[in-house]
C-alpha cells in the first residue's frame, strides 16, 4: 500500500501547477482522500479532500477558489490543481487517506505519501 507524489517545483507567484498522488497496492476510489501541507516548524494542514462516495470535497479557506482536487479512478490518481499561487503556498504537500466530515474538514488516517516540494517565488 502506498502514494507517491510528484509534480512539485519551482513557480513564481501567480503561476500553476498540478501535483499527482499514485496510488498502488489498494484501489483508491474506495477510499476518501486528500491533500496535506506542511511548512517547517508549522502544524501540517489540510488543504483539500475528496469523498470516494458522493464527490463532496473540502477546500481550506486559503485555497478556496484558487484550487481544485480531482481523482482519476481509473488511473488510480488524485490531482490537486494549483492556481495562482502564492508565496505562502509553498509547503511539502502530501496526500493520504482521510475521514473527510461532510464538507468542513477533513483528517489524514494511516496512509501517506512521502511528499513533493513547492516553492512558490515573489
Known amino acids: 500500500v502506498q502514494l507517491v507524489e510528484s509534480g512539485g517545483g519551482l513557480v513564481q507567484a501567480g503561476g500553476s501547477l498540478r501535483l499527482s498522488c499514485a496510488a498502488s497496492?489498494?484501489?483508491?476510489?474506495?477510499?476518501?482522500i486528500g491533500w496535506f501541507r506542511q511548512v517547517p516548524g508549522k502544524e501540517r494542514e489540510g488543504v483539500s479532500c475528496?469523498?470516494?462516495?458522493?464527490?463532496?470535497?473540502y477546500y481550506a479557506d486559503s485555497v478556496k477558489g484558487r484550487f481544485t482536487i480531482s481523482r482519476d479512478n481509473a488511473k488510480n490518481t488524485l490531482y490537486l490543481q494549483m492556481n495562482s499561487l502564492k508565496p505562502e503556498d509553498t509547503a511539502v504537500y502530501y496526500c493520504?487517506?482521510?475521514?473527510?466530515?461532510?464538507?468542513?474538514?477533513?483528517?489524514?488516517?494511516?496512509?501517506w505519501g512521502q511528499g513533493t516540494l513547492v516553492t512558490v517565488s515573489s
Open positions: 493520504a487517506n482521510v475521514e473527510l466530515y461532510g464538507s468542513s474538514s477533513c483528517r489524514g488516517l494511516q496512509v
Open positions: 497496492g489498494f484501489t483508491l476510489d474506495y477510499y476518501d
Open positions: 475528496i469523498s470516494s462516495s458522493d464527490g463532496r470535497t
